[in-house]
């Protein structure tokens, strides 16, 4: 397996978490999301992925390879087609819960602190650094605190975002918690967040995959 990749991408990161869970072998395939005005929009990239986004897995399937884009449907193929250890529970209610954690992150957090959101606020629509870093900082934070009222609640969370043992939810949680750290989020209140966040980082598999760890590294 090739995963193209960003080493800052939060959507690679997950990604990268999953393959290492399932004790998958991948080459990395860096796709430098900055450079000479973004690598994504080369025409032998969007041949992979007509968005130009990160990131992109191509896989072998009988003999053919083929590409996948979307990082939650890339790590949804993974447990379909490598199920040990399984990312989702078993029980439909409990599968519905750990997806909605996932996608509250991926589709409620992320794509308003997205790279291309980000470069529109300011070359488009004037924003200052500091007013961009804000908006970073108010949807990031808004939404973690809501996660931590959730995942405070709930019964279900353990040592991980669902019982004793990382899902597709703490694939997602741990990268957008390192972007927040990054933009220098108060995450002060959110305890039970942070200590699953702790609590992943401490596995090799969340380790290896870290921003810090890829070859692209900066």
Same mark, same amino acid.
């Given at each position: ?50 968005? =130009? ?26 447990? /379909? ?44 629509? %004037? ?17 973690? =605190? =809501? ?56 596995? /090799?598999?969340?380790? %290896? ?10």
């Amino acid at each position: 397996m090739k995963l193209y990749s960003y080493f800052r991408s939060s959507a690679s990161y997950r990604v990268r978490i999953a393959l290492n869970l399932k004790g998958l072998s991948y080459d990395v395939v860096p796709v430098h999301l900055l450079r000479n005005g973004g690598e994504q929009f080369s025409p032998d990239y969007r041949k992979l992925n007509p968005d =130009a986004l990160v990131p992109a897995l191509v896989d072998e399937v009988d003999g053919e390879e083929r590409a996948l884009t979307q990082s939650l449907a890339i790590i949804e193929y993974l447990d /379909e087609t490598h199920p040990s250890p399984p990312l989702l529970p078993h029980d439909p209610l409990d599968r519905a819960h750990v997806r909605g954690i996932a996608l509250s992150i991926a589709c409620d957090i992320h794509p308003i602190n997205n790279l291309r959101v980000l470069r529109y606020l300011v070359r488009n629509l %004037k924003v200052s650094e500091d007013d961009k870093n804000a908006w970073y900082r108010h949807w990031c934070e808004q939404g973690l =605190a =809501a996660l931590e009222t959730t995942l405070s609640r709930d019964d279900r969370t353990g040592r991980f975002c669902y019982g004793d043992t990382p899902t597709l939810a703490d694939c997602c949680l741990v990268p957008q918690i390192a972007n927040a750290q990054r933009l220098n989020c108060n995450l002060s209140g959110m305890p039970t967040v942070m200590r699953i966040n702790e609590a992943c980082l401490a596995l /090799e598999a969340f380790a %290896k995959a870290a921003p810090a760890n890829q070859p692209d590294a900066e």
